[in-house]
């Protein structure tokens, strides 16, 4: 296993983790060296720092600089500590310390990154700022998945019940936004050799579309969802044909039913921003409430342009 700290102008491949010295963090670390060991792939384990509008603004530069020493002395400690934590690994570890804002450093290295993984909802740790807003800000921009890894794993008998689950839920809206978060699911279920469960959840006619006349039998939008996930279940086997597949239609609004799911399940998928699919839902609306909510790890993955999306439509025409 080899150490390294890139130079900056290194192409960033592989996991990248945010760190900042919360206990949030540092669940995001340990589930990042797990899922690098499982790929086979590098770990990017970074910091980000920021100097106080009121040092940078200052007149006097030496006070200025003295500050930015200070501060990115504090980010190397916590790199450092990082690197400490991780111990004897077969995975190889790069460290990276970035002066910019930490939504933004994550946001620009996800432009080459496969996966990219925070805490959810940090405090207290360095500048007590990097994963706070993070955890909602990435995932809706990030150009590759993001993990979102919740402070119970900090817990090692939670962190081991979650990671002893056997299967993985995604949920889906017919979109191709949420089509592509099913690909992304299915290799990380393969991956893992375990499930994937693809989950639809629709919520009551009247409620998800009120103006429609009250003679909308819901159990026929049921039955049509049913069909729909079936020709996409189809679809999915021509790409995984080993992949273990469930799938289910359950009733009720999107984020309660993922919340449920993830109780369950060892990661949860959604695509980003979803809308347009059948029933009427959107998966950009419910990423954020599964996000601060789930029972385990979330992964949000964005809209992709995937060439095995362009064949789905084969198999419905198969069926006419």
């Given at each position: 296993m080899s150490d390294q700290t890139p130079a900056a102008t290194e192409k960033i491949e592989g996991i990248v983790v945010g760190v900042d010295?919360?206990?949030?963090?540092?669940?995001?670390?340990k589930w990042a060296v797990r899922e690098a060991s499982r790929r086979?792939?590098?770990?990017?384990?970074?910091?980000?720092?920021?100097?106080?509008?009121?040092?940078?603004?200052s007149m006097d530069a030496g006070y200025s600089t003295l500050d930015d020493d200070l501060i990115r002395g504090g980010a190397e400690d916590i790199v450092r500590q990082a690197r400490e934590e991780i111990g004897?690994?077969?995975?190889?570890?790069?460290?990276?310390?970035?002066?910019?804002?930490?939504a933004g450093?994550?946001?620009?290295?996800?432009?080459?990154?496969?996966?990219?993984?925070?805490?959810?909802?940090?405090?207290?740790?360095?500048?007590?700022?990097?994963?706070g807003s993070v955890s909602s800000a990435?995932?809706?921009?990030?150009?590759c998945p993001t993990v979102v890894v919740p402070l119970s794993m900090a817990r090692e008998q939670e962190s081991q019940e979650i990671e002893s689950r056997e299967a993985i839920v995604v949920g889906v809206d017919g979109s191709d936004r949420a089509r592509a978060a099913v690909l992304a699911a299915a290799e990380a279920a393969l991956a893992r050799d375990i499930t994937l469960r693809v989950v639809c959840a629709v919520a009551p006619v009247s409620a998800a579309l009120a103006w429609m006349p009250a003679t909308v039998d819901q159990e026929a939008v049921l039955e049509d969802v049913r069909y729909q996930m079936e020709v996409g279940a189809r679809w999915l086997k021509s790409h995984f044909p080993d992949l273990k597949l469930e799938t289910d239609v359950i009733p009720g609004p999107p984020v309660e039913v993922l919340i449920r799911e993830s109780e369950h399940a060892v990661l949860t998928v959604t695509g980003s921003r979803g809308r347009g699919g059948f029933a009427g839902m959107l998966l950009g609306s419910t990423s954020q409430g599964v996000l601060h909510h789930s029972k385990g790890p979330v992964m949000v993955v964005p809209d992709s342009e995937d060439p095995r999306l362009a064949d789905r439509k084969d198999f419905e025409e198969e069926e006419q």
């Open positions: 010295g919360s206990q949030q963090s540092r669940c995001a670390l086979g792939t590098v770990l990017n384990v970074v910091s980000a720092y920021t100097i106080p509008v009121f040092a940078a603004s004897d690994t077969d995975v190889q570890v790069r460290t990276y310390i970035e002066s910019g804002d930490p450093v994550l946001l620009d290295l996800s432009n080459d990154a496969d996966l990219v993984v925070v805490g959810t909802r940090g405090r207290g740790g360095f500048v007590g700022r990097l994963l990435l995932p809706a921009h990030s150009k």
